[in-house]
C-alpha cells in the first residue's frame, strides 16, 4: 500500500512528465508496442492528425501507413528488449496529406524502445534542413570531385551543345574510347537508358546556373563494360572568347572512376532514399527527383508522365496467407517494376501497395503503353509462400504534366483518378487521366479495399 507522500510524490512525477511532453520543441507519442497510444503532445497532434484515415489519433502504426508503412514491422523484429529502433526516419508528405494543417513537407521520426511493452516516437519538422542538407551533399561531391584521386580522371572539352570537342589519353584511360567520339553528346558514356535529350542539356543549363554539375552513377566504357562514375561539368571561363562559333569549348568535363567507393556510396544512398521492404526509392527519394524534373521542366518545357501503380485485393492477399507472403508480393511487383522501366525514371513505393514511377521526356502514349506492359508482365507471374502460389495483378493510372497541373500533387491526384477508374472497371487494367475524370464522379473505394 502505497503512503500518501509516495502518492504525492509520484502524482508530481506524472505531471512534470506531462508538462515536459506538452512543452517540448519536438513531437512526442508514447505508445503500446501494437501502436496503440498512450500519450501525446499538441505538436504531434498536429504532426499526424491529417494522416489519419479516420482523423482519431488512437494508432501510431496506423496513422503512419500510408507514408511509413514499415514501422510496425520494423518496431516488431527488433530483437532488443530497449533500445533505438531507429533514428531520423524521413518521411515526405503529399500537399493532400497535410489539407488540414499546415503539416511540413518532411517529418523526420526517431522511434525509441523504452521496455518490452512501451515505445516514444519523436517528430520534428526537417524541410529546411532537408533542402540545406542537399545542397551540402552536393558542395561535399564537388569538393570529393576535386580532392579525392585527381591523377585518376578524363578530362574533355564541351561545346555548346555537350557534345566532345576533341580526345585525348585521358580519356582512353578512363573509358577506352578513341578518337571518333569527337562530336558525339557526352551521353555516349552513359548507359543508353540512364539519360534523355533533355537531361543532357539540363546538366549543362545547372551547370550555368550554379557553376557546376555533378552526378555518380554507372557509365559505359568502350568495350560495352559498366563502371561508378562521378561525372562533373563546368562553363569554360574563357568561353565568351570564341564568339558564335558553335563548336568551340564551352564546358569542361571531368570523368572520374570511383568504383572502389561504389559500396560506402550505395550503403549511404540506400539509408536515406530506398524503401526498407523491396528496396526501390522511397518517398523521400521520389519528392526530390520530382521536385529536380519539374523545375527542369519550368526552365525548358518537355513531357513528364507519372504513373501509378496499386496491388490489386492486397488486402485480401494479407487476410488469406498473411503478412509475409504479402510482403513477398510486393518485393515481386518490385523486382518486376525495375526490369519495365528505365534507369532514368524515377521507380518508388509512396506506402502500402501503391507505387509510382515517374517518366522524364514521356507523353501519355508512351507512359501509357509501358505500364500496359507492366500489368501484362505481372499478371503471369507466381509468388512461392509457405507452399502457396499466389497469383496477383495490378491496376494503373497515368497523367501527364501539362500547363494545367500545377506541380507533383496535382499530377498525383490525377494519376490517383485514373487509377480509381481502372479500378472501378474491373481492375488488372491502365486508365489514363483526361480533363473529365475527378474523384468526385468515381465510385469512392477503401484504400485497403485494393
Keep these: 500500500m502505497l503512503l500518501p507522500d509516495s502518492v504525492e510524490s509520484l502524482r508530481a512525477e506524472h505531471e512534470a512528465l506531462m508538462q515536459f511532453l506538452y ?3 519536438v513531437g512526442l507519442v508514447q505508445a503500446g508496442l501494437d501502436g496503440e497510444i498512450v500519450m501525446i503532445n499538441p505538436i504531434s497532434a498536429q504532426l499526424l492528425m491529417p494522416l489519419s484515415p479516420d482523423g482519431c489519433l488512437t494508432n501510431l502504426f496506423t496513422a503512419l501507413e500510408s507514408v511509413a508503412p514499415d514501422l510496425r514491422l520494423q518496431c516488431q523484429q527488433y530483437p532488443r528488449a530497449d533500445g533505438m529502433v531507429f533514428e531520423g526516419l524521413h518521411i515526405h508528405l503529399r500537399a493532400n496529406d497535410r489539407a488540414r494543417t499546415s503539416t511540413p513537407q518532411i517529418l523526420s521520426l526517431t522511434l525509441l524502445k523504452l521496455d518490452e511493452a512501451r ?5 520534428s519538422d526537417v524541410t529546411a534542413e532537408m533542402r540545406r542538407e542537399r545542397q551540402l ?4 561531391a564537388w569538393l570529393n570531385a576535386i580532392l579525392t584521386r585527381i591523377s585518376d580522371y578524363a578530362l574533355a572539352a564541351l561545346d555548346k551543345d555537350g557534345r566532345l570537342c576533341d580526345w585525348n589519353d585521358s580519356i582512353a584511360r578512363v573509358t577506352g574510347f578513341g578518337e571518333h567520339v569527337i562530336g558525339s553528346p557526352y551521353s555516349i558514356f552513359y548507359p543508353a537508358d540512364a539519360m534523355t535529350d533533355e537531361h543532357l542539356l539540363d546538366r549543362l543549363r545547372e551547370a550555368d546556373n550554379n557553376g557546376w554539375s555533378m552526378d555518380e552513377g554507372l557509365r559505359l566504357r568502350a568495350d560495352g563494360s559498366q563502371f561508378w562514375c562521378s561525372a562533373l561539368i563546368a562553363p569554360l571561363p574563357d568561353r565568351e572568347a570564341f564568339g558564335d562559333d558553335p563548336h568551340a569549348p564551352s564546358y569542361c568535363l571531368i570523368l572520374r572512376d570511383i568504383s572502389d567507393k561504389r559500396a560506402a556510396t550505395e550503403k549511404r544512398r540506400q539509408a536515406a532514399f530506398c524503401d526498407h521492404l523491396t528496396g526501390l526509392a522511397n518517398r523521400r527519394a521520389f ?12 526552365h525548358t518545357p518537355r513531357q513528364l508522365a507519372l504513373v501509378v501503380f496499386d496491388a490489386d485485393h492486397f488486402k485480401h492477399i494479407n487476410d488469406r496467407y498473411g503478412h509475409p507472403a504479402g510482403d513477398r508480393v510486393l518485393c515481386d511487383l518490385a523486382n518486376a517494376l525495375r526490369d519495365t522501366f528505365r534507369a532514368v525514371d524515377t521507380v518508388a513505393r509512396l506506402g502500402g501497395e501503391e507505387f509510382a514511377v515517374l517518366l522524364p521526356s514521356t507523353g501519355v502514349e508512351q ?3 509501358v505500364a500496359d506492359r507492366l500489368r501484362a508482365l505481372v499478371a503471369t507471374r507466381l509468388v512461392a509462400a509457405d507452399g502457396f502460389e499466389i497469383a496477383y495483378t495490378v491496376s494503373a493510372g497515368v497523367a501527364v504534366l501539362d500547363g494545367t497541373a500545377g506541380g507533383i500533387d496535382a499530377l498525383i491526384k490525377r494519376a490517383d483518378a485514373a487509377l480509381y477508374q481502372a479500378k ?3 481492375r488488372n487494367r491502365v486508365a489514363a487521366w483526361t480533363p473529365e475524370l475527378t474523384h468526385e464522379n468515381l465510385p469512392q473505394r477503401s484504400r485497403n479495399a485494393g
Design 23 to 25: 512543452l517540448a520543441p
Design 119 to 123: 515505445i516514444m516516437a519523436v517528430l
Design 137 to 140: 551533399r552536393q558542395s561535399d
Design 287 to 298: 519528392f526530390e527527383a520530382a521536385e529536380i524534373e519539374l523545375d527542369r521542366a519550368a
Design 367 to 369: 507512359a501509357t503503353q
Design 424 to 426: 472501378s472497371q474491373g
